[in-house]
């Protein structure tokens, strides 16, 4: 996994699910690639500027249960996104905020106290094989790098300067409620469904990933049949013959057959990243 820098990286403990992603793979979809990429874009994108990062540079994302590192040169950090602790050898250092840990040390970013996904970026970004343009792992078509495992070795690009020291970032919490716009299915909701959304409370399902969002909940009226496999995007809202409504997040599959009655609004996504199953989440229609 290691391309041409040295020293780099190395992965102690993966947690249960970490791996490396970056913008997304753009452009392929119309050969059944699909676009991975970080799930909270803001966070991702937040992590990397901290540590004076090129806004595609590849950051490790993990999910629920953190991750353990050693860097075998002195290299600067910063972890985003889920609230979780973040300790270098056995001091607790700054959530958000670009730290430096020297080499040989431990770097534990901690289970996620809220949220889902943590984000850590590294100075001169992961000299890492791009596959298709892309460093992102893709969970579902397994293109780009595997996901990361007890041993393997990241290399570190070469740091440039760093950026001044930002003000603390403020990243406000957010109000779980996903706003929909009709889909180009719409017309395959029942009577008064689409109303019917408006305020509709939904649990999220424990088989959430970063394929989709499942949401359980109300049962949303629909009529029979299926379609053709037709294309899916980013934040599709599909509704399979359960009723139970699934938004697709970044490794979501390239086309699909249940009808897309809805879309999330683009500006939403990042909060899709970090609800864990059991959080309840309002839909909000317009």
Do not use: K
């Not at 431990?106 to 889902?116: K, Q």
């Not at 397994?142 to 990361?148: A, K, M, Q």
């Not at 919490?173 to 939904?202: E, N, Q, T």
Request: net charge neutral; proline share 10%.
């Amino acid at each position: 996994m290691s391309g041409g820098g040295r020293p780099g990286v190395e992965v102690v403990d993966p947690g249960p699910l970490s791996t490396l992603q970056d913008l997304g793979r753009h452009g392929w979809a119309h050969l059944g690639v699909p676009r991975a990429g970080a799930l909270d874009r803001g966070a991702a994108a937040l992590a990397r500027r901290l540590v004076g990062g090129a806004p595609d540079d590849a950051v490790v994302e993990t999910t629920l249960g953190g991750i353990v590192l050693r860097p075998r040169r002195a290299v600067t950090v910063a972890v985003t996104g889920a609230a979780c602790d973040v300790v270098v050898d056995r001091r607790h250092v700054a959530h958000g905020m670009p730290v430096t840990v020297p080499a040989g040390a431990l770097l534990t970013v901690g289970r996620a106290i809220t949220g889902v996904r943590s984000y850590v970026a590294f100075a001169g970004g992961l000299d890492v094989d791009p596959v298709l343009g892309s460093r992102s792992t893709d969970t579902l078509a397994g293109v780009g790098p595997p996901r990361l495992s007890a041993g393997d070795l990241l290399a570190l690009g070469a740091p440039g300067a760093l950026p001044e020291p930002p003000p603390a970032p403020v990243v406000r919490p957010r109000a779980p409620v996903l706003r929909l716009v009709p889909g180009p299915r719409a017309d395959w909701l029942g009577r008064g469904a689409w109303a019917a959304l408006d305020g509709a409370a939904y649990v999220v399902a424990p088989d959430s990933d970063r394929v989709g969002l499942r949401l359980s909940g109300p049962r949303v009226e629909r009529r029979g049949g299926e379609l053709p496999s037709e294309g899916i995007v980013l934040g599709a809202v599909q509704l399979p013959p359960s009723g139970q409504p699934v938004v697709f997040l970044a490794d979501h599959p390239t086309t699909g057959g249940y009808p897309v009655v809805a879309l999330v609004e683009d500006d939403d996504l990042d909060l899709c990243a970090q609800l864990r199953p059991g959080n309840r989440v309002t839909l909000r229609t317009r």
